[in-house]
């Protein structure tokens, strides 16, 4: 019986690979093309997701010990939208942000459950990205009040505006990041444990142990 060309995407080991390693030098351009515009933050965000992309690859030592390609164009997509919102003056990238810290706990909770022996029940495995999501945010928090501080910039500390209107912006920002976190555990649980054939297309993963050979 013959494949349709999205079966094939969906099970085939190489093309898992190629397209994982395309998404992720995207990411990577996205990264220095922030840095060079002056957007360290940006920068920052991209380069993570580039960082936790290259992890399994790295310790496995082998180029098709790749994250799924659906998780890293999920992580991808958040990413080049703050970029562009931020790069074109059109505001702060608010939700793209948050969106993009709900990928970067669903790359962790994914390369747990693929490449470790780590197993997590449906319900821990939501609430691990939500409350991963819920503390990057807290660090990002933390991050660009340190920045205002320590270089001068306007993150959060503006000029003519009030301690309460800061603070509000705050609790938005991690109801936003909890809503993410919400979305991003429902990704990993409905499709990353339900859906996609990891073992069958990702060299070092294994669907009942976590881990496997690397030829």
Do not use: K
Request: glycine letters at 10%; charged letters at 15%.
């Amino acid at each position: 019986m013959n494949e349709t060309p999205l079966a094939r995407v969906l099970s085939d080991e190489r093309l898992n690979a190629g397209l994982a390693w395309a998404l992720t030098a995207g990411v990577a351009a996205l990264a220095v093309g922030s840095l060079l515009e002056g957007e360290p933050l940006s920068a920052g965000f991209a380069a993570v997701v580039v960082a936790l992309a290259v992890v399994p690859p790295v310790g496995f030592r082998h180029p098709r010990a790749m994250l799924p390609w659906e998780v890293l164009a999920l992580a991808s997509l958040p990413v080049l939208a703050r970029t562009v919102v931020v790069l074109s003056g059109l505001g702060t990238g608010r939700i793209a942000t948050y969106v993009a810290v709900a990928a970067v706990a669903l790359i962790v909770a994914v390369e747990l459950h693929v490449f470790t022996a780590v197993r997590m029940s449906p319900g821990f495995a939501v609430v691990f990205v939500v409350l991963t999501t819920m503390a990057a945010a807290g660090v990002w928090a933390v991050s660009r009040w340190a920045a205002d501080v320590l270089l001068g910039t306007g993150f959060l500390l503006r000029p003519g505006v009030e301690e309460a209107t800061v603070e509000r912006r705050l609790m938005l920002d991690f109801l936003a990041s909890t809503v993410a976190g919400l979305g991003g555990g429902a990704v990993f649980q409905l499709y990353v444990r339900r859906q996609a054939p990891l073992d069958e297309r990702i060299v070092g993963a294994d669907a009942d142990a976590g881990l496997g050979e690397v030829p």
